[in-house]
Every structure is written in structure tokens, then in C-alpha cells.
């Protein structure tokens, strides 16, 4: 069979393929092969700037942009001829250096010192600059804009339903209430925490060569300082230098990347299964879709699948991303291929973790409060003010305050007038008995209204 979006194997190039378009730019073979070549050129031209290497000089304008061109106009048809040359090289990097000798063939001046293409470099060199590279431009194009999008739509949804009481659900059962936008607000200061982690974290790059030492640079140019000379390279390209590696740049900093978005697909995680509680509770409804189908047997359903949809891949993407936090940082001695094979399912990794922020967000969109049932369950509820009771009972010396609320409440239905014949029994101030009798579990939300507008 040909590979088609109804024959792929996986769903990320067959079901979603479509949603996950932004991505291949960046995580493909094409785009690998792409960011392979950004370095390639970049170093080129870097060396063409060494005054200490006499045996190629600053390029001409013409020449300058020949080489950049190979790079903006890099096409899937010059991948499939750098895959052709693979075949024969049985090396990927290798077939690069090729078909850049290949198509630089016309220009002499290039042509002159076409020996200086790769030069010095070991595979890694180009490699771990390149998904360095790759990361953070999908990273900053791709998902952390799809990323604020959700925690500004979730900030949005704190903000407006700041002030509705809400009961809470400690172990499941009724608990302090609280409001629905403190509940979601709680989520935004945490996705907030970890996107500006993510963004902080500084994917680091090596360029010293076979096993770290710069031992072939110096066996041609030994009185060149070829440290500082890698580490203005990589830095010019917007990676951080790391001088201590082996072969391999020991890939700590990916690593943290990848455990940044594992840590931040958990959060999403736990709100997407509140979400589904709360919608099976009543707490939101769901807003209809003209021809859409909830059960193949039942008419009635309208499931919570987006967020369903969104838990599902958000774990898949962990179990992928967890690996790579747990392999990467391994290399047996100076160099083996393992992590060659793991790194091209970053975009794996990630493709899921952005189906689910993709999936929660549709199902955002579509949630809408239902303040009667809020509102309903609350009334319903008054056990949870024998907590306020108790503790102003506390505070004025009674004897067994929490023991008597526990008698009263635990395992019993409270109504209004239980519960206030309760408190006019007590001898309490007038004022403490006054704003105890005027509370209901609709007005005992503490100060999640006043935090909520506080963060928002």
C-alpha cells in the first residue's frame, strides 16, 4: 500500500494529519534534512571568516547568496535526492555534504575550497545543532502559541465566572465551596509556572568535533583557538555553547525540555478529567453541533470527547516524552546510536502533545455554565457551613465545637433551618451570630472571587 492518510500507521500522519500540518516543517525527515543544511551553510560561511584560514576567504555577494538560497528554497524534491544519495552513502549527513557539492558545482569560487564543507565536523556537530534548531523554532512558531492561546481562553473563563459559587469535591464528596473561576484560575497559575520554565530553558550545543577535544581542527590549524571560535558559531546560530561533551552534546538540556512539556501535559491532564466530572455532574453543558452523532445507540448523548480526546493523547505524549527524558542523557562511553533513533520521535512526542492542547481548547469553546444546577447543588449542601460554626466557636472557647458540628452533620442531610436553629441555639456574640445566620453555601467562598481577580 502506498502511504496515504487512510494507510499510515500512525494516526499523526493518518486521522490528524491535518492538525498536526504546522508541525512537519520542523519534526519531518524533510525538516531534519532542512536544519541540517542551516548549519552546514552557516558553518561554511563562518570559516570564510576566519582570518587565520587563508585558504578560503570572505565569499562575494553572488556566492553568499547561493549559499543561502540552498537553504531558503530548500524544496521535498532536494530532500528526495539527498534520500537517493543516502542508498548509495548508507550515511544521511554524508548524502548532505554531497548534494551540497553537487549543486555548488557551477560556482568555482565555492568550488575552490569545497573541501572546507563539513570541515572539521563529526555528524553530531551538524545533528544536535540542528534539533536544537528545530525545537526552538517549533517551540516558539507552533506550540507555545497554541499553548497561550489555551491558558488565555482558560484565563478568560476565570475572569468572567470569578464570582460563581461553586461546591467543591474533596475525596469526591461535598466540601468548602468555592467559585468556577478560582477552580480554572488554579490551572492557569500552574500552566502559566511552566510555560515560562519552558521558555527559559536554554537547549544547549556542542561543535568540538569526534570525541569533544577538537583534535582534527587542531591537526590542521593548531594555532587557531577553535573553543572560542565553536562557541561563537553555535551561539551566533541562538544556542548556548556547552565546551564538555564526547562525540555527543549529552543532550541534558533537551532533556529538560522534554520533561518542561511532560509536567505541563500532566496539568492539563488533571483539568481535563475535573472538566469531565464537572460536566457529568451538571456543573457545564455542552453547546450542540448541527449533525453531530454522541452515541451510535443512544440520541440523547452529547460525550465530553474533546476532553477525552485531549487526556488520551496528553498521556501518549508522555509515555513518548518520559523515554526521551530517561534515555537521552544516557551515551555508552564517547558515542553510541541510540539516541539517534529516539531523537526522530521528538516530533511524536510532541504531535500528541499538540492534539491535546488542540482537542482541550475545542472543548473549551464549547462549555457553558449551567448556574441552576450550580446553584442547586449548593443549596443542598448546607452541611459545609458546619465548618464556618465550628471554627467561630473556636474562636470564642466552646468546648467540643468541631465534635458537636461532627455529631450534627456527619453522614446527615442539613437543611437551612437545621442548621440556623443550630447556630440560634449557640452563646455567641450578636455580630459572629448575626453573619453566621445570614451565610449560606453560595456565599461561603472565602476569598476565591478577590484571588481570582487578583491573578486575572
Known amino acids: 500500500m502506498a502511504p496515504t492518510p487512510l494507510t499510515a500507521l500512525s494516526p499523526l500522519d493518518g486521522?490528524?494529519?491535518?492538525?498536526?500540518?504546522?508541525?512537519?516543517?520542523?519534526?519531518?525527515?524533510?525538516?531534519?534534512?532542512?536544519?541540517?543544511?542551516?548549519?552546514?551553510?552557516?558553518?561554511?560561511?563562518?570559516?570564510?571568516?576566519?582570518?587565520?584560514?587563508?585558504?578560503?576567504l570572505p565569499f562575494s555577494v553572488e556566492s553568499q547568496h547561493q549559499l543561502n538560497a540552498l537553504v531558503e528554497n530548500f524544496s521535498e524534491s532536494d530532500a528526495a535526492q539527498i534520500k537517493a544519495i543516502e542508498i548509495r552513502t548508507n550515511h544521511d549527513v554524508k548524502a548532505l555534504e554531497y548534494w551540497m557539492r553537487?549543486?555548488?558545482?557551477?560556482?568555482?569560487?565555492?568550488?575552490?575550497?569545497?573541501?572546507?564543507?563539513?570541515f572539521g565536523c563529526t555528524s553530531e556537530d551538524i545533528n544536535n545543532l540542528s534539533h536544537a534548531l528545530m525545537l526552538t523554532d517549533a517551540c516558539r512558531s507552533v506550540l507555545f502559541p497554541t499553548l497561550d492561546e489555551l491558558i488565555a481562553h482558560l484565563e478568560e473563563m476565570a475572569k468572567t465566572h470569578a464570582h460563581q459559587p461553586m461546591l467543591a469535591r474533596t475525596h469526591g464528596q461535598t466540601a468548602t465551596p468555592t467559585t468556577v473561576g478560582k477552580e480554572l484560575v488554579n490551572v492557569v497559575a500552574r500552566l502559566q509556572r511552566q510555560r515560562t520554565?519552558?521558555?527559559?530553558?536554554?537547549?544547549?550545543?556542542?561543535?568540538?568535533?569526534?570525541?569533544?577535544?577538537?583534535?582534527a581542527h587542531l591537526s590542521a590549524y593548531p594555532a587557531i583557538d577553535w573553543p572560542g571560535v565553536a562557541r561563537n558559531f553555535v551561539e551566533s546560530l541562538g544556542i548556548s555553547?556547552?565546551?564538555?561533551?564526547?562525540?555527543?552534546?549529552?543532550?541534558?538540556?533537551?532533556?529538560?525540555?522534554?520533561?518542561?512539556?511532560?509536567?505541563?501535559?500532566?496539568?492539563?491532564?488533571?483539568?481535563?478529567?475535573?472538566?469531565?466530572?464537572?460536566?457529568s455532574l451538571g456543573y457545564f453543558r455542552q453547546q450542540l453541533k448541527a449533525g453531530e452523532?454522541?452515541?451510535?445507540?443512544?440520541?440523547?448523548?452529547?460525550?465530553?470527547?474533546?476532553?477525552?480526546?485531549?487526556?488520551?493523547?496528553?498521556?501518549?505524549?508522555?509515555?513518548?516524552?518520559g523515554h526521551l527524558v530517561e534515555k537521552l542523557p544516557i551515551s555508552r562511553w564517547q558515542r553510541d546510536l541510540t539516541d539517534s533513533t529516539v531523537l526522530r520521535n521528538l516530533g511524536v512526542g510532541l504531535g500528541h502533545s499538540l492534539l491535546g492542547y488542540l482537542s482541550c481548547q475545542k472543548g473549551l469553546k464549547k462549555l457553558a455554565i449551567d448556574t441552576t444546577r450550580l446553584n442547586d447543588d449548593l443549596d443542598h449542601a448546607w452541611e459545609v457551613l458546619a465548618e464556618a460554626v465550628q471554627t467561630v466557636m473556636r474562636k470564642h472557647g466552646m468546648s467540643n465545637?468541631?465534635?458537636?458540628?461532627?455529631?450534627?452533620?456527619?453522614?446527615?442531610?442539613?437543611?437551612?433551618?437545621?442548621?440556623?436553629?443550630?447556630?440560634?441555639?449557640?452563646?455567641?456574640?450578636?455580630?459572629?451570630?448575626?453573619?453566621?445566620?445570614?451565610?449560606?453555601?453560595?456565599?461561603?467562598?472565602?476569598?476565591?472571587?478577590?484571588?481570582?481577580?487578583?491573578?486575572?
Open 401 to 456: 465545637a468541631y465534635d458537636r458540628l461532627k455529631e450534627m452533620t456527619r453522614g446527615q442531610a442539613i437543611t437551612r433551618e437545621i442548621m440556623q436553629k443550630f447556630v440560634q441555639e449557640l452563646n455567641l456574640p450578636e455580630d459572629d451570630k448575626a453573619r453566621l445566620l445570614a451565610l449560606t453555601p453560595a456565599t461561603y467562598t472565602g476569598l476565591a472571587a478577590t484571588l481570582t481577580q487578583q491573578y486575572t
Open 197 to 215: 520554565r519552558l521558555e527559559h530553558i536554554s537547549l544547549l550545543g556542542k561543535f568540538n568535533g569526534a570525541v569533544g577535544n577538537y583534535n
Open 241 to 279: 555553547f556547552n565546551p564538555y561533551t564526547t562525540q555527543i552534546e549529552p543532550h541534558d538540556s533537551l532533556a529538560e525540555l522534554m520533561q518542561g512539556f511532560t509536567l505541563l501535559n500532566t496539568i492539563l491532564i488533571d483539568l481535563n478529567r475535573d472538566l469531565w466530572g464537572y460536566i
Open 293 to 321: 452523532v454522541g452515541s451510535s445507540t443512544m440520541p440523547h448523548k452529547i460525550n465530553p470527547i474533546d476532553f477525552e480526546n485531549s487526556e488520551g493523547n496528553l498521556g501518549l505524549a508522555n509515555a513518548i516524552l
Open 102 to 118: 553537487e549543486r555548488l558545482s557551477g560556482n568555482p569560487e565555492v568550488m575552490t575550497c569545497a573541501e572546507f564543507i563539513h
Open 15 to 56: 486521522r490528524y494529519g491535518v492538525q498536526l500540518d504546522p508541525l512537519r516543517p520542523y519534526f519531518s525527515e524533510y525538516g531534519l534534512i532542512h536544519f541540517r543544511l542551516k548549519v552546514e551553510v552557516a558553518w561554511l560561511l563562518h570559516l570564510s571568516h576566519l582570518p587565520e584560514i587563508t585558504e578560503i
